[in-house]
């Protein structure tokens, strides 16, 4: 049983190179399993997608980008601000893309008003087009099982979800206001989980921290951790504390390497020593991040670090991990 | 083919000549510990430094070890020299209002204030912050209290939007949805419609249907109060501007030796090189080395599988072929960068075990910025191949 059944919005943060696009697209990939459908859309601009599925760079169009074990789906959207608001103006005043006020608008500048100077209108119209594909209907369901997004950084994602409060200053009436409020609902909603993706580095624990406080005072629903990259410790516990310490056993070492061919003196085994100590460091590090996620109490999930960059296999992988954890 | 030699960043020579440092780079690379190990080592070579970060998550201040940061620069405590080092954090939002006190019509200030476009814009707005960063630091160099400014970037692509500024002032300030805007402003408030020329109707039919009569008039509102002091803003821009590109202004680029990283380097050094903005070169952050690389990653797998496992030897050796494997990848990922752009200073900085959050370790990061760490090891990149 997965753990979050009655989620159809799944919107995935994280600090700066933690590897949220990776997460949000395997992410996508688990929930696909099993004959679903998920589109995986991205708001900012990168590509990051495109990169990751090793295609060309998306176009403002729902597009297939991977399939998932058991005939599952997974459609990938690039969302731009200007497209999302001549389909805006499309859907809900039924003005064609390429009709006279669409072009009228566009030749005053009014899009590129609305898209980048105009604060807050921005985020609505990237949610708003979010929002759209969770609620879309063929005659017989949702079009999409699953909508996972892939969001703008932790340092940024209270405002960019907060969207209500931060039109509300704008637009007190009138056709913003009421859009802004139906993005809203679907966020705040239980159809709707925000998951964090962190390392075990102090920063990005720490950002974790602050941006599930910042999240739950919004009253946005908080869904998982996840924790990228993670590796196994190639010492034992014993042999951590002891390297850490500085107390590594070097006859041992020196002993062992010799029986297996390997001459390491002076300064081969002072450097090996000092690796030794550093993954000590490292690993001790790791479990104070450990801890401190553990205190959120929240479902976490743990990702191992690949070896190579992440390529459409090791996305599968990451994908059958996430499933096995029972995120998807 | 053999591996390309970049040249090396000369750090020390940047620090003691340059008047503005400004740090880019992708998120979590480590830009900010980057920016105050610069600014620490050139205050502990006797220069007056300020450094300006714009990160709301406060991470300068960790790493100085600071508890506050507000919009005025704070000493920094402990630094070693005659020179002197203060700290400050972007506060975007009084930023933006000084500037607006200072350009604005007599009266006019207040309307512009409290108009709830203005405060969403000055707030919000993502193009915002960086403008306001570069506002600042040319205040900051202007006060002639410093010697050195140096500017930690948003950690995004857009970090480079303010170089487009004064292009888009203009480009708003001449467009005719601005001339629509003002009209019922300029006809004293009246109905709003009613005053707008027949040849517009249409549009600002459609669009009072789309946004709403309420916002059209506060927008309309907000652009004419800003209106007056668009030419002081716009003048301001221009001079940033020509000020970033003046000699004595040093752009560095800080990347992790991973492929997005690189590749997000790639673009800032590409944009910089075409705005003719000078660069410096690139810090590629958090490398991993090995002193034990005459012991290849093949031959201590190989040993590894002759002994006992989870013996002391074998895991210690298994831990050493991890390390060597990365420490292969990371530099073939850095040569890649380095044959595409051959002419780009480059210094690497050793990954600490840790994070940085004191004098001392921003020190340690100092010295490696400084060239301690020897460019490109012998064959790393082919043995692990």
């Known amino acids: ?328 | 083919m053999s591996a390309p030699t970049s040249p090396r960043l000369d750090v020390d020579h940047t620090l003691e000549t340059a008047r503005i440092v400004v740090c880019c780079g992708a998120g979590g690379v480590g830009k900010t510990t980057t920016a105050a190990a610069l600014a620490l080592r050139a205050a502990e070579r006797g220069r007056r430094v300020v450094v300006l970060t714009i990160d709301p998550a406060r991470r300068l201040a960790q790493s100085m070890g600071l508890s506050e940061l507000d919009n005025t620069p704070r000493p920094v405590v402990g630094v070693q020299g005659t020179g002197r080092l203060d700290a400050m954090m972007l506060d975007m939002k009084s930023t933006f209002d000084e500037l607006v006190v200072e350009h604005a019509e007599p009266g006019k200030a207040d309307a512009i204030l409290t108009n709830p476009f203005y405060q969403a814009l000055s707030s919000s707005f993502a193009g915002t912050q960086e403008y306001m960063a570069m506002e600042k630091l040319s205040q900051l160099q202007a006060t002639g209290d410093y010697d050195l400014v140096v500017v930690d970037t948003p950690p995004t692509r857009s970090a480079l939007d303010f170089l487009d500024a004064p292009q888009h002032l203009t480009t708003f300030l001449d467009g005719r949805l601005v001339r629509v805007l003002l009209a019922p402003a300029k006809a004293g408030g009246k109905a709003y419609l009613k005053v707008v020329t027949a040849g517009l109707s249409v549009f600002t039919s459609v669009l009072t249907r789309i946004i709403g009569a309420d916002v059209l008039k506060d927008l309309s509102q907000f652009v004419a109060a800003l209106e007056t002091m668009f030419g002081g803003f716009r003048e301001r821009a221009q001079a940033t501007y020509d000020l970033l590109k003046a000699p004595g202004t040093a752009f560095v680029v800080v990347a992790a030796p991973e492929r997005d990283a690189l590749r997000e380097a790639a673009y800032f050094v590409e944009r910089l090189a075409t705005e003719q903005m000078p660069l410096a070169g690139l810090v590629v952050n958090r490398v991993h080395r090995s002193g034990a690389a005459s012991l290849s990653v093949e031959r201590s797998l190989a040993a590894a599988q002759q002994l006992p496992e989870g013996s002391l030897a074998s895991s210690v050796l298994l831990l050493h072929a991890d390390r060597l494997a990365l420490a292969g990848r990371e530099a073939r990922l850095q040569e890649r960068f380095s044959r595409a752009h051959p002419d780009v200073p480059v210094v690497q900085v050793e990954a600490k075990p840790g994070d940085v959050h004191d004098l001392d370790g921003l020190r340690s990061v100092g010295d490696d910025l400084a060239g301690a760490l020897p460019l490109a090891p012998e064959g790393l990149a082919a043995e692990a191949g």
């Open chain 1, 1 to 328: 049983m997965a753990d979050f059944p009655d989620v159809r919005l799944h919107v995935v943060t994280g600090k700066g190179g933690t590897g949220k696009t990776t997460v949000a697209a395997a992410l996508a990939l688990a929930l696909a399993s099993d004959g679903r459908r998920v589109l995986l859309a991205e708001v900012e601009g990168r590509q990051g997608i495109a990169q990751l599925f090793d295609t060309p760079p998306l176009p403002y169009e729902e597009r297939s980008v991977a399939v998932a074990p058991g005939h599952g789906d997974v459609v990938a959207l690039a969302i731009d601000p200007e497209q999302a608001l001549l389909d805006y103006l499309h859907m809900f005043y039924k003005l064609s893309p390429n009709g006279i006020p669409a072009r009228t608008l566009r030749r005053m500048g009014a899009i590129d008003f609305a898209t980048t100077i105009a604060p807050g209108m921005r985020d609505v119209l990237l949610t708003g087009k979010v929002k759209e594909a969770v609620v879309r209907q063929t005659g017989s369901g949702p079009v999409y099982d699953a909508v996972v997004l892939d969001a703008p950084p932790t340092g940024r994602i209270g405002r960019f979800l907060n969207i209500s409060h931060e039109v509300s200053g704008l637009a007190r009436v009138g056709p913003i206001k009421t859009q802004s409020e139906g993005v809203m609902a679907v966020l705040r909603s239980p159809q709707t989980a925000v998951h964090l993706v962190t390392l075990l580095e102090e920063m990005p624990v720490q950002e974790t921290l602050d941006a599930v406080a910042e999240l739950e005072g919004l009253g946005m629903p908080v869904g998982g951790v996840v924790v990228n990259a993670v590796r196994t410790p190639r010492l034992s516990p014993l042999q951590l504390e002891e390297a850490g310490a500085g107390r590594l056993d070097t006859a041992a070492l020196a002993d062992g390497l010799a029986e297996a061919g390997v001459t390491a003196e002076g300064d081969l085994l002072v450097a090996l020593e000092q690796e030794a100590y550093d993954h000590a460091q490292r690993v001790a590090l790791e479990e104070r991040g450990r801890d401190a996620l553990a205190g959120l109490a929240r479902p976490s999930y743990e990702l191992p670090l690949l070896p190579d960059a992440v390529d459409l296999g090791g996305l599968y992988a990451l994908a059958a991990s996430l499933r096995e954890q029972g995120m998807a």
